[in-house]
C-alpha cells in the first residue's frame, strides 16, 4: 500500500497553540514527544515499507514545517498545493502522482495527519482486510469507528450486506453517509447498530478512485488530468466525502476495533488523559493549582509560568505566549468562529 498522509488542515480548534504556521498536526498532545504528524507517519511506515513509500500532500505555507518534521521524506513525495480546496481536490491530484509512478492497479490509501491511533498491530490488521477488499472486489474502502456516544460532529456510515471478510475482519456495503446529524437522529443510529463513525480513512486501487471521480466529479479530476495542479484556484472546494464516496457504488465500509480519536477540539484532551491515566478531577499539561476546581482542562506550553484556577467548572484554560483562552467545555466548537473574527481585525493577525 501507499499511505498518502492529507497534512493540509489548519486545527483552529486548537487555537492558540494551533496556529497558522503551527497547525495541530505539528504539536505534541499526547504526551509521547512526537508531534501527530510525526506518529501519524511512524504508525504507515509498516504499510510502505521505507520512506519512499510514503507520501504527503499539505499547503503552501506549511511545506517548510513538514520537511522539517520528516527529514527523511524525500522530496519527490511531498505534494504541495497552492491553495487549499479541501480533500477532494487533494486525494485527486495525489492519486494521478501516483498511478503515474506506480501504475493504476497501485493500491493507495489516504489518512488524516492529525488522528490519535492506539493498538497499532489492530490498525495495521484493519488496513490490510481493507486492501485486499480493493483489489480482490474493486472497492473503494473506508473504515468505519463504532461510535461510544451519539455525537452530533463526526459523519456517519450505514453498513449493508457483507461483501468480504479478511483475517477476521467483515467488511460491508455502504448504503449510505450522513454528515453531522443531531443528537435524536444520532442515538437512533447508535441504537439500529449498523452505524460506523466515518473516520476519514480511504483505501483504492488508483485507476477504480480516478474513474469514479472521472464520473461523479469531472469538474475536478479533468482540469488537473488536463492543466496539473496550477489550475488549484479555479477548482471548487469539496470534500471526498461529497465529491465522490456518497455517489460511487463502490463504497465498502471495514468497521475497526482499535481505539481512535480525531482530536477535534481542546475536549480531545480530556479523552486522551482518560485513556492514558484513568479518571482524575482536572487535566493539567502544565503547572495548575485548582482551588474548588472540576472538571478542567489546563494546558500550558511554558512550564515557567503557572495557572490558577478558584471555583471553576468544565472549562478548558489555554495559555500559549501571546495568548489565552478560556471557554467552557461545551462551547469549544465555537473556537474556529473566534479565530475567524481574530482574522478580520488587523490588530489580531499576528495571534493567528
Not at 1 to 19: D, N, Q, T, Y
Not at 50 to 70: F, N, P, R
Not at 184 to 194: D, L, Q, R, V
Request: proline fraction near 5%; aromatic fraction near 8%.
Amino acid at each position: 500500500m501507499i499511505p498518502v498522509i492529507l497534512a493540509g488542515g489548519k486545527g483552529e480548534r486548537f487555537w492558540p497553540v494551533s496556529r497558522i504556521k503551527r497547525p495541530k498536526q505539528f504539536l505534541s498532545l499526547d504526551g509521547s514527544g512526537r508531534s501527530l504528524l510525526q506518529s501519524t507517519a511512524e504508525r504507515l511506515l509498516p504499510l510502505a515499507g521505507s520512506w519512499d513509500g510514503i507520501w504527503v500532500i499539505t499547503a503552501s505555507h506549511l511545506a517548510a514545517g513538514i520537511k522539517e518534521q520528516l527529514p527523511d521524506l524525500p522530496d519527490a513525495n511531498l505534494l504541495v498545493e497552492v491553495e487549499g480546496k479541501d480533500t477532494a481536490p487533494a486525494v485527486a491530484w495525489a492519486t494521478l502522482e501516483i498511478a503515474k509512478r506506480h501504475g493504476e492497479d497501485a493500491v493507495v490509501g489516504f489518512f488524516p495527519a492529525d488522528h490519535w491511533i492506539a493498538e497499532q498491530d489492530k490498525f495495521l490488521q484493519t488496513l490490510k482486510a481493507a486492501e485486499s477488499l480493493a483489489i480482490e472486489h474493486g472497492a473503494i474502502a473506508t473504515l468505519g469507528i463504532s461510535p461510544s456516544y451519539p455525537s452530533t460532529g463526526y459523519g456517519y456510515i450505514e453498513q449493508g450486506d457483507a461483501v468480504g471478510e479478511s483475517d477476521g475482519l467483515t467488511a460491508y456495503n455502504v448504503t449510505r453517509f450522513t454528515e453531522k446529524p443531531d443528537k435524536e437522529t444520532a442515538e437512533s443510529f447508535i441504537a439500529s447498530g449498523k452505524f460506523s463513525w466515518n473516520a476519514g480513512m480511504f483505501i483504492f486501487q488508483a485507476g477504480i478512485a480516478l474513474n469514479e471521480l472521472r464520473t461523479y466529479a469531472p469538474e475536478i479530476i479533468k482540469p488537473i488530468e488536463e492543466t496539473g495542479p496550477s489550475v488549484y484556484p479555479e477548482l471548487p472546494k469539496l470534500s471526498i466525502d461529497y465529491a465522490m464516496m456518497e455517489k460511487t457504488q463502490r463504497a465498502c465500509v471495514v468497521p475497526v476495533n482499535f481505539t481512535w480519536d480525531d482530536l477535534g477540539d481542546w475536549n480531545a484532551m480530556e479523552r486522551l488523559h482518560k485513556l492514558q491515566n484513568g479518571d482524575t478531577d482536572n487535566v493539567e499539561l502544565g503547572q495548575h493549582v485548582g482551588r474548588d476546581t472540576s472538571g478542567a482542562v489546563v494546558y500550558n506550553t511554558d512550564d515557567s509560568e503557572l495557572v490558577v484556577t478558584i471555583g471553576l467548572e468544565d472549562v478548558v484554560i489555554v495559555r500559549d505566549g501571546n495568548a489565552t483562552l478560556i471557554v467552557k467545555k461545551d462551547r469549544t466548537q465555537e473556537i474556529k468562529k473566534a479565530v475567524k473574527a481574530l482574522g478580520k481585525e488587523d490588530k489580531f493577525l499576528h495571534l493567528l
